[in-house]
Nanobody, 115 residues
Framework: QVQLVESGGGLVQPGGSLRLSCAASKSIFLLNSMGWYRQGLGKQRELVATITSGSRINYADSVKGRFTISRDNAKNTVYLQMDSLKPEDTAVYYC?????????WGQGTQVTVSS
């Protein structure tokens, strides 16, 4: 069992930045991968970015060049640095962890991009 706790969401103006954090209850070095997903109002949950235990990274096309995922194994934490935010980035952002065959989710953190 892995507990995930997200933090760092909030309200930001278009063009601004936020950094999300996801703290895991166990060593993330043991996990196959971790990532961030988001779900806008009335929309399906979608992948934002993932990072594997070998540090292989994948981004959704909509965030490439603006978002950066990273991990700190010593702190058991994964980060999502979000720059040049747009109103369409508004969503609840969920942290995800995979330890085959199990998948774990955090409770989500709201990100609102609005002027």
């Amino acid at each position: 069992q892995v507990q995930l706790v997200e933090s760092g969401g909030g309200l930001v103006q278009p063009g601004g930045s936020l950094r999300l954090s996801c703290a895991a209850s166990k060593s993330i070095f043991l996990l196959n991968s971790m990532g961030w997903y988001r779900q806008g109002l009335g929309k399906q949950r979608e992948l934002v970015a993932t990072i594997t235990s070998g540090s292989r990274i994948n981004y959704a096309d909509s965030v490439k060049g603006r978002f950066t995922i990273s991990r700190d194994n010593a702190k058991n934490t994964v980060y999502l640095q979000m720059d040049s935010l747009k109103p369409e980035d508004t969503a609840v952002y969920y942290c995800n962890a995979n330890q085959s065959p199990w998948t774990y989710w955090g409770q989500g953190t709201q990100v609102t991009v609005s002027s």
